[in-house]
């Protein structure tokens, strides 16, 4: 459906000042929309009742999912005023109003102080990032492809893709910096908003790169031909045959793709933290090794899908995670299982303590805490933290908070480290070619517009419900059991730890039917 037009190259100097300038604002605003996901736990503490913590981290998934929700709509908005008046001040626009919003989650009091005001307040702005991410990357991947050579669109491209994990990687990173700066006490109290806070130095120095840089040859063209669209939106999706590529970018590629991305980044996180019960900050680390080993691969996947077609690559990638999920969550559920490992008993200990609760909580002065140190006999340490608030008047407890943290030894770490670096691997061969796959699919005058609501519509949608859904279907299986347990009936799920994985499992196989039958695998010309 691309249109030739004749535009002066861009130099390759001038090539890699748009690829910096896009991809570092790209980065920034992944950055700012993943430090929510990467804090769901402590966020899920702070602003939602902490009566049913279950209930709290599900209200906080699904606020951070409603982020993804609303992303095509942030699209549908800011893709029109792209193909309007141009892509530069429009993820200008989106740049700003992400970072604004980052900083005030960052500012927002506590449930305890605010009530029921602070989850509004959250859902509002987590809205507002959602509106700003949904214009901010159908911008920077068009503004790239138009100024690189089509034989290497998928290469040049690539370097947009790796911002969604390096801001993830990111986020991760000044969390653990941040933690080793402080108590743990400090961080949980006020120390977790800093990550929120510092965004807006990146924000303002990315601005004022983006606004010296020139307009996208291609769209200044169009605009000097008087071609631009004057209604994209009834051109993108109100002509039957423009529709139809809108569909099969959604269905055949952008909703597994989205799957995939989320699956292999942030339901792995969840999954150690909330079901494997991992310790905080190991987690981070091995979700930020693997990130970090297996970023360079979108490059790499990117200049493979030059040479031998988008589908491909894009393909194997879905069918690889298809067949193979489930035995790696497997793996990494049983390297932090120790119901089957010998405990040493001479390491047991048992303390006991008391600490003043300076903000109040409960209603309480001070709290019992209770701390159960298990070692086992491969190394793995258990830790079973029991914190339990006390009445000042009359002493009784009024509530109680069950931790358990687990410890992997060095080897089972790594172990852990190369299964997440297998779903990176996925990620890398689906996301790498897209945005390539997606600007050859629509014409120049609605090129914004058109690839933009495919594209969030399968990462905002799909991909941004995966981890609440995937959470929601092992918390379902697991009450099952524990009611047949309980009956003294038979369990009707083995491995209720993995009955989340049937949504990503069936959400990208129907995109790699649709992709392997309908799909085009013609290479960049």
Same mark, same amino acid.
């Given at each position: ?111 305890? %102080? ?27 991947? %068009? ?18 893709? %790796? ?160 067949? %193979? ?201």
């Amino acid at each position: 459906m691309n249109e030739p037009l004749s535009v002066k190259p861009t130099t390759t100097k001038g090539l890699w000042k748009v690829i910096g300038a896009s991809s570092l604002g790209t980065l920034i605003e992944w950055y700012d929309f993943y430090i929510f996901g990467s804090l769901a736990v402590i966020i899920s503490t702070k602003f939602f009742p902490a009566d049913n913590p279950t209930a709290a981290f599900l209200s906080t998934l699904a606020t951070f999912a409603a982020g993804f929700v609303v992303r095509p709509f942030g699209a549908l908005f800011f893709g029109r005023l792209g193909d309007m008046i141009g892509r530069k001040y429009t993820f200008m626009v989106t740049l700003l109003v992400m970072g604004l919003s980052t900083v005030a989650i960052g500012l927002i009091p506590e449930y305890k %102080t605010i009530g029921f005001l602070a989850p509004i307040l959250i859902l509002l702005l987590r809205l507002l990032q959602g509106l700003a991410l949904g214009g901010e990357y159908g911008g920077a991947a %068009t503004y790239v492809a138009e100024h690189a050579e089509p034989h290497r669109r998928g290469e040049r491209t690539s370097w947009i893709q %790796t911002t969604a994990s390096f801001g993830l990687f990111i986020s991760l990173a000044v969390i653990l910096l941040t933690r080793k700066c402080m108590s743990n006490e400090a961080f949980m109290d006020w120390g977790w908003r800093i990550p929120f806070l510092i965004s807006i130095l990146m924000v303002i120095v990315s601005y004022f790169i983006r606004k010296n840089m020139d307009e996208s040859p291609l769209f200044k063209k169009v605009k000097a031909e008087g071609k631009t669209s004057k209604n994209p939106l009834k051109e993108s999706f109100g002509h039957r045959y423009n529709f139809k590529f809108v569909l099969l970018a959604l269905f055949g590629a952008a909703m597994g793709q989205g799957v995939v991305f989320y699956t292999g980044q942030f339901y792995t996180l969840s999954f150690l933290q909330r079901v494997c019960h991992v310790d905080f900050d190991q987690t981070n680390y091995i979700l930020g090794i693997a990130i970090f080993l297996g970023t360079g691969l979108f490059i790499f996947f990117g200049w493979l899908s030059d040479k031998i077609g988008r589908k491909i690559v894009m393909m194997t990638g879905m069918l690889l995670a298809i067949l %193979t999920y489930r035995p790696i969550f497997d793996k990494l559920y049983q390297l932090a299982d120790v119901g089957e490992k010998k405990e040493q008993i001479d390491a047991l200990k048992n303390t006991m303590k008391r600490e003043p609760v300076p903000d109040g909580d409960f209603g309480a002065k001070e709290r019992l805490v209770t701390t159960i140190h298990r070692v086992y006999e491969d190394g793995t340490q258990k830790d079973e933290i029991s914190r339990q608030y006390v009445d000042p008047i009359d002493g009784h407890i009024i509530h109680r908070e069950d931790v358990v943290s687990i410890k992997l030894v060095t080897k089972d770490m790594w172990i852990a480290i190369g299964l997440i670096f297998l779903q990176v691997l996925y990620v890398t061969m689906v996301y790498g070619p897209i945005a390539a796959f997606l600007v050859e699919m629509f014409p120049v005058k609605i090129r914004y517009t058109s690839m933009s609501l495919p594209y969030h519509i399968g990462n905002g949608v799909f991909g941004g419900l995966m981890p609440t859904v995937a959470t929601y279907l092992v918390a379902k299986a697991q009450s099952a059991n524990d009611a047949a347990q309980a009956a003294g009936k038979a369990l009707p799920f083995d491995k209720p730890y993995l009955e989340g994985l049937w949504y990503p499992i069936i959400i990208i196989g129907v995109s790699f039917l649709i992709g392997i039958v309908y799909l085009s695998n013609k290479k960049t010309e």
